[in-house]
């Protein structure tokens, strides 16, 4: 059937709650400051909702799970609903699982004979909660009992009298306290005005009540069938008035078939309710119960102490979707596997930026040590790690990412701070790849995309290897030649004095040519120069530098120099490269190399090529002898062995 055009023919809208007139409600003025009592229902409530109900084996796995977390008020079984609920009431006593400081409770209808068997399993208990129900909605009196409202009245009185004597006499003879939870089930469904006189009928029945011994009135959304205010407006009309308001607590119990039961619960704690009902992950009958782990985790994030330990929530979430047989949405707050993370350009971008902002503002503190490190990063409201998570899925690449979120994973897994212009040209590697895969780039493909595109790493991947070097200083401010650096011996230079120290120098390189070593040899007025002259002479490859960066990156062993260089071929074609090492120098001639590889294609390197001198620039001061012996090398007939161009070179330096 159709939904129909007109619901209001099949559907009524719920009730206003008449307040008195020109009644001001208190409620949407108020904020939480406090953290409620909280009574988890997971092992009743929950269980009752499972398609295969917990063994009093997982129950007890999950019983001791919530002692963990911190609750101290757990509702554990219906004992009058099976044995296998009674013995596990009674397990729970006799072995001295319960501590101290933490009380049981137990769910019993209004009748007597229920009664009775569920009292008796709480002989020796320290302190219990005797949860009483009955429903007291229109629709339950009306068409499940057939009863009047003075019929409820009754039924409820009665079983307030047969519980106060029997709590009375087992008080008398194990010492177990007691608590009386008077539970108006369908309470969101009932008249407010009913429900504030059962409640003070109940009260007087009770006759017992005081600040130092509270009755607690269970106030049920049992089906959630209005907004969350509607819920707010309720509680705080049975707040108001309630007798003996200093003896009484508001336990607050949504439902979550409208999926507002967080809100709902947030609301009602505003109106005047101090304790919360609930299951963790809102596990329950048809949509659920409130979630416990939202609700304490909103207050946390906004700096009230739920007084739960949720840091390691990741463990949490497994056992309780273990011990219920349920999964969760990887979209489900807190505790999905993808709440903290960003798929989305936009939303990584300003992610990263929240991140680095934070970095600075939290190092300020430390310094000055002034201020808070409070947490503010965009689309985050909670730092994970709190809860046990990391920040390595913060940001997740798709084809649907952008520059940042491949260049914070770069960030948080190599410590390389890209440019700007280098996020852009490093992510369309990333979305080419991620759009052929039809799938996300993980932290591992991503790093390994961006190591091989920029030929990080210790052997040839490229056609391009600088295996190992050397720095000749051509100015006459050196005294000492360098000495020859490769990937595990670069020292060249001192991370704070390369750039001062750089001056005209002739660089001498080792570098696999497409599986081969050759030798090849530049100068010019700085690393960079000299290197582009060596490749532009031996391996006619001519390119030009564009932007350039430097970092330094912390390590344990020592710091090193990461260089980012972008460079373009001779039609205006440009790549960008990426050096690494203990040296700045050696950072800047691999970085050279590294974008040669992005720029080489799968064009020829000629083997042996005429040369000339390479003039210096007109402020260096070569000596008269460099000048006079330099010896010039021709000629294409044979390809030299790598060890026959060595000879030659050697040669030529001896006779200079």
């Known amino acids: 059937m159709p939904m129909l055009p007109n619901p209001a023919k099949k559907y009524l809208p719920y009730p206003a709650v008449n307040f008195p007139p020109n009644y001001v409600r208190q409620w949407p003025a108020r904020r939480t400051t406090v953290s409620p009592t909280w009574l988890s229902t997971d092992l009743r409530d929950g269980n009752q909702a499972l398609v295969n109900p917990m063994s009093n084996t997982t129950k007890l796995e999950l019983f001791r799970l919530l002692v963990d977390i911190g609750f101290k008020e757990i509702e554990v079984a219906y004992p009058s609903a099976a044995d296998l609920e ?40 320290k302190h219990a909660i005797i949860h009483l129900y009955n429903a007291v909605s229109p629709v339950f009196r009306e068409v499940v009992f057939r009863n009047t409202k003075e019929q409820t009245i009754d039924l409820t009185l009665n079983a307030v009298r047969l519980v106060k004597k029997l709590t009375e006499e087992e008080t008398a003879r194990s010492g177990t306290r007691f608590t009386l939870n008077y539970c108006l089930e369908t309470f969101s469904q009932t008249e407010p005005e009913f429900t504030v006189e059962l409640g003070n009928r109940v009260l007087a029945e009770w006759g017992k009540a005081s600040p130092d011994d509270k009755v607690i009135f269970n106030l049920a959304a049992t089906v959630e069938c209005a907004p969350s205010n509607h819920y707010a407006d309720m509680v705080e009309y049975f707040s108001n008035h309630i007798n003996q308001r200093d003896s009484v607590i508001l336990s607050i119990h949504p439902h979550n078939d409208r999926g507002t039961a967080v809100a709902a619960a947030e ?17 329950g009958e048809r949509t659920g119960n409130v979630d416990l782990i939202s609700l304490a985790l909103n207050l946390y994030s906004q700096g009230n102490s739920p007084r739960l330990d949720f840091s390691n929530l990741p463990e949490i979430v ?21 709440v903290f ?64 979120g491949t260049a914070y994973v770069i960030k948080q897994k190599m410590q390389l701070d890209l440019p700007r212009r280098m996020q852009m040209a490093f992510y369309g ?61 670069d020292d060249l230079f001192t991370l704070s004095s390369a750039e ?48 350039y960066a430097a970092q330094t990156i912390n390590t344990d062993n020592a710091p090193k120099a990461a260089t980012f260089l972008e460079m373009r071929g001779p039609c205006g074609e440009s790549a960008w490269g990426v050096g690494i090492s203990d040296s700045v120098a050696a950072s800047k001639c691999r970085a050279v190399i590294s974008a040669a590889n992005g720029l080489i294609g799968d064009r020829p390197i000629p083997r042996k090529m ?36 060595r000879a030659e070179f050697v040669k030529m330096e001896t006779s200079v």
């Open 341 to 404: 993370s960003a798929f989305a350009g936009t939303h990584q971008d300003a992610i990263k930026k929240g991140l680095d902002s934070q970095a600075k503002r939290w190092a300020e503190v430390d310094r000055s040590a002034t201020g808070i490190k409070f947490w503010a990063v965009p689309y985050i409201p909670l730092d994970p790690k709190d809860i046990g998570y990391g920040y390595e899925n913060l940001i997740r690449v798709s084809s649907q990412s952008g520059k940042a």
């Open 86 to 125: 009674y013995q596990f009431v009674r397990s729970l006593i006799e072995n001295a699982e319960i501590p101290d400081d933490v009380a049981i409770q137990i769910i019993t209808p209004a009748r007597s004979d229920l009664i009775t068997k569920s009292i008796s399993s709480l002989s020796g208990a």
């Open 429 to 489: 590697v990333v979305q080419k790849e991620s759009e052929r895969s039809g799938k996300e780039m993980t932290t591992t493909l991503i790093t390994d995309a961006f190591k091989r595109t920029y030929s990080i790493h210790h052997r040839p991947i490229n056609r391009l290897f600088l295996q190992s070097y050397s720095l000749l200083p051509l100015s006459p401010s050196y005294k000492t030649p360098s000495s020859p650096a490769s990937d595990y011996s």
């Open 267 to 283: 609301l009602g704690l505003l109106a005047g309710g101090t304790r919360v009902e609930g299951c963790l992950l809102g596990n």
């Open 318 to 338: 497994e056992t309780v979707c273990r011990c219920n047989e349920m999964s969760i949405p990887v979209r489900y707050p807190y505790a999905g596997n993808l």
């Open 500 to 547: 001062d120290n750089e001056a005209h120098v002739r660089f001498e390189g080792h570098v696999v040519v497409d599986g081969i070593l050759r030798i090849i040899q530049g100068d010019g007025g700085n690393t960079v120069q000299a290197v582009l002259n060596a490749m532009q002479s031996f391996l006619d490859l001519e390119l030009t530098t564009g932007e």
């Open 610 to 645: 005429i040369f000339t001198p390479r003039p210096l620039p007109a402020q260096s001061q070569p000596s008269d002898n460099w000048l006079r012996d330099v010896k010039l090398r021709t000629g294409h007939a044979l390809l030299p062995t790598p060890e026959q161009e």
